[in-house]
């Protein structure tokens, strides 16, 4: 069929995004949605039961909500698969999983993404070392952090600093370098096979079969 | 482990006057309104507008009071733990202390302010939620606010896969506990091991049956232009109306809390 009218879908671009690259960064905004939920409910009870020390222990995990956005890079290896990763991920829970931040959620998510994008961004997308996935992790959470200390209020308390610390450190373990290791387990599975993932990995001369 | 439920079950009609209203619209109003509360700092003016949010919600949606509450525990158990941490650990003028702990005036104040920040955002997320039925959001996202179709579409697959989560959480929980090494007591490994080696194998088979989602979206001509829409969501005049009344209360808000000399903005952290 012939579009008469130029859809913003089919407008001229260099390379569109094929669907399956777009599902799959759903996919991992939709598991990763729910393991958090699973999670979290048990999250919720702890962090009342330790009542303010609960606001400070957030950070320790804060890394972990940073890992779509490597995958999702580290996969697709394609520009801004981690920012879009990311908001995707952020619509799936306020929307369909109705967490109750908000959705100052979808602003938190891109620039988290941005800030995981970034180091991949800079080696163009070729280097997926140990040391790009922890600049990652460390640029999301850092990025993150100074919004989420305007949002919350971080700003001026004795505890600034403890926190910072905290949460980078936490992005960088659980945001970078848990990110590689999962992306090695998926492509050892062979699920991924399809993807530019795979095909870089044939061309190393590792495949899985 | 039983199957916990995700979200609303599919179908159940949110009933109520704000079910009726736009998703896009509603969605935006959250937003903008989220938005301004991240720049007032007293708190006074978010306690005004949390018991306003709260009466419109209550009103507009048929949540029973008591759910209403329930509803309100994570959020607003968050906002007192913010509250107790700003309290002890803000600079300024000392109204008690004991050894290392003092609670000061800027920390009440800038405490109180954020944990009700979070009650107003967190009781129109919940009116939002209740109110809104996710898939009809996504077609009017698409619809409204020129959201791509295959974005949307693959969204839309994505809820699916959401909503059968739970069920393939539990077939693989179960095939673990075919072949897991039982602990001395004769149970499930129930660690946080267990729980990861789970959330892995979820990922892996939702990668897989993703893949097989995006060809059959495909071959059945997901991307090609024009397109018609099924039931398409109506933006109506009562719409912009409850748009124009929510900006209204606000801007209200804030000016007669500004006149009163109540309303701090964000130097408040800093001062």
Same mark, same amino acid.
């Given at each position: 069929?012939?579009?008469?009218?130029?859809?913003?879908?089919?407008?001229?671009?260099?390379?569109?995004?094929?669907?399956?690259?777009?599902?799959?960064?759903?996919?991992?905004?939709?598991?990763?949605?729910?393991?958090?939920?699973?999670?979290?409910?048990?999250?919720? /009870? &702890? =962090?009342?039961? +330790? *009542?303010?020390?609960?606001?400070?222990?957030?950070?320790? !995990?804060?890394?972990? %909500?940073?890992?779509?956005?490597?995958?999702?890079?580290?996969?697709?290896?394609?520009?801004?698969?981690?920012?879009?990763?990311?908001?995707?991920?952020?619509?799936?829970?306020?929307?369909?999983?109705?967490?109750?931040?908000?959705?100052?959620?979808?602003?938190?998510?891109?620039?988290?993404?941005?800030?995981?994008?970034?180091?991949?961004?800079?080696?163009?997308?070729?280097?997926?070392?140990?040391?790009?996935? /922890? &600049? =990652?992790?460390? +640029? *999301?959470?850092?990025?993150?952090?100074?919004?989420?200390? !305007?949002?919350?209020? %971080?700003?001026?308390?004795?505890?600034?600093?403890?926190?910072?610390?905290?949460?980078?450190?936490?992005?960088?373990?659980?945001?970078?370098?848990?990110?590689?290791?999962?992306?090695?387990?998926?492509?050892?599975?062979?699920?991924?096979?399809?993807?530019?993932?795979?095909?870089?990995?044939?061309?190393?001369?590792?495949?899985?079969? | 482990?039983?199957?916990?439920?995700?979200?609303?079950?599919?179908?159940?009609?949110?009933?109520?006057?704000?079910?009726?209203?736009?998703?896009?619209?509603?969605?935006?109003?959250?937003?903008?309104?989220?938005?301004?509360?991240?720049?007032?700092?007293?708190?006074?003016?978010?306690?005004?507008?949390?018991?306003?949010?709260?009466?419109?919600?209550?009103?507009?949606?048929?949540?029973?009071?008591?759910?209403?509450?329930?509803?309100?525990?994570?959020?607003?158990?968050?906002?007192?733990?913010?509250?107790?941490?700003?309290?002890?650990?803000?600079?300024?003028?000392?109204?008690?202390?004991?050894?290392?702990?003092?609670?000061?005036?800027?920390?009440?104040?800038?405490?109180?302010?954020?944990?009700?920040?979070?009650?107003?955002?967190?009781?129109?997320?919940?009116?939002?939620?209740?109110?809104?039925?996710?898939?009809?959001?996504?077609?009017?996202?698409?619809?409204?606010?020129?959201?791509?179709?295959?974005?949307?579409?693959?969204?839309?697959?994505?809820?699916?896969?959401?909503?059968?989560?739970?069920?393939?959480?539990?077939?693989?929980?179960?095939?673990?506990?075919?072949?897991?090494?039982?602990?001395?007591?004769?149970?499930?490994?129930?660690?946080?091991?267990?729980?990861?080696?789970?959330?892995?194998?979820?990922?892996?088979?939702?990668?897989?049956?993703?893949?097989?989602?995006?060809?059959?979206?495909?071959?059945?001509?997901?991307?090609?232009?024009?397109?018609?829409?099924?039931?398409?969501?109506?933006?109506?005049?009562?719409?912009?109306?409850?748009?124009?009344?929510?900006?209204?209360?606000?801007?209200?808000?804030?000016?007669?809390?500004?006149?009163?000399?109540?309303?701090?903005?964000?130097?408040?952290?800093?001062?």
């Amino acid at each position: 069929m012939v579009s008469t009218s130029p859809d913003r879908q089919t407008a001229p671009r260099r390379t569109p995004w094929p669907l399956k690259d777009l599902v799959l960064l759903v996919v991992l905004g939709v598991v990763f949605g729910f393991v958090y939920w699973v999670f979290v409910q048990a999250w919720t /009870a &702890l =962090s009342i039961a +330790m *009542g303010p020390a609960g606001d400070l222990a957030q950070h320790f !995990l804060a890394g972990s %909500w940073l890992l779509v956005a490597p995958l999702a890079i580290a996969i697709v290896q394609r520009p801004f698969a981690g920012v879009i990763a990311e908001v995707l991920a952020s619509v799936i829970e306020v929307v369909f999983l109705g967490s109750a931040v908000g959705p100052m959620l979808f602003i938190a998510a891109a620039i988290q993404g941005v800030g995981s994008e970034l180091p991949f961004a800079a080696t163009r997308y070729r280097s997926y070392g140990w040391l790009t996935y /922890a &600049l =990652s992790g460390l +640029m *999301g959470a850092g990025l993150v952090f100074f919004y989420s200390a !305007l949002r919350f209020g %971080w700003y001026g308390q004795d505890l600034f600093f403890t926190r910072l610390a905290i949460h980078l450190l936490s992005g960088v373990v659980l945001g970078g370098l848990l990110a590689k290791v999962i992306v090695e387990g998926l492509a050892r599975t062979g699920v991924v096979d399809n993807f530019a993932i795979g095909q870089t990995r044939l061309a190393a001369g590792h495949g899985t079969r | 482990m039983s199957a916990p439920a995700v979200g609303r079950p599919a179908g159940a009609a949110a009933v109520g006057v704000l079910a009726r209203r736009n998703p896009t619209v509603k969605l935006g109003l959250l937003f903008v309104v989220s938005l301004v509360l991240v720049f007032i700092l007293d708190p006074v003016t978010p306690a005004v507008l949390y018991v306003l949010a709260l009466i419109a919600v209550a009103a507009s949606t048929r949540i029973a009071p008591r759910a209403l509450a329930l509803l309100h525990l994570p959020f607003a158990a968050f906002g007192l733990g913010v509250f107790l941490v700003n309290a002890l650990s803000r600079p300024g003028e000392v109204l008690w202390s004991a050894g290392p702990l003092r609670i000061t005036v800027e920390g009440l104040s800038v405490g109180a302010s954020l944990a009700l920040r979070t009650l107003v955002i967190g009781v129109l997320a919940i009116g939002f939620i209740a109110s809104t039925d996710g898939v009809r959001l996504m077609h009017s996202l698409h619809q409204q606010a020129r959201l791509g179709p295959r974005v949307t579409y693959a969204v839309l697959a994505g809820y699916r896969m959401l909503q059968e989560m739970p069920r393939e959480w539990q077939t693989i929980r179960q095939a673990h506990a075919v072949r897991a090494p039982l602990r001395p007591d004769g149970t499930l490994p129930r660690g946080a091991t267990a729980l990861a080696r789970a959330s892995f194998a979820l990922l892996v088979i939702s990668v897989r049956k993703g893949e097989r989602m995006a060809q059959s979206l495909e071959s059945r001509g997901l991307g090609l232009s024009p397109r018609t829409t099924w039931r398409p969501v109506r933006l109506s005049a009562a719409d912009w109306l409850m748009a124009a009344g929510v900006l209204a209360v606000l801007g209200a808000v804030l000016l007669v809390s500004a006149m009163l000399g109540h309303l701090e903005g964000i130097d408040a952290l800093f001062g």
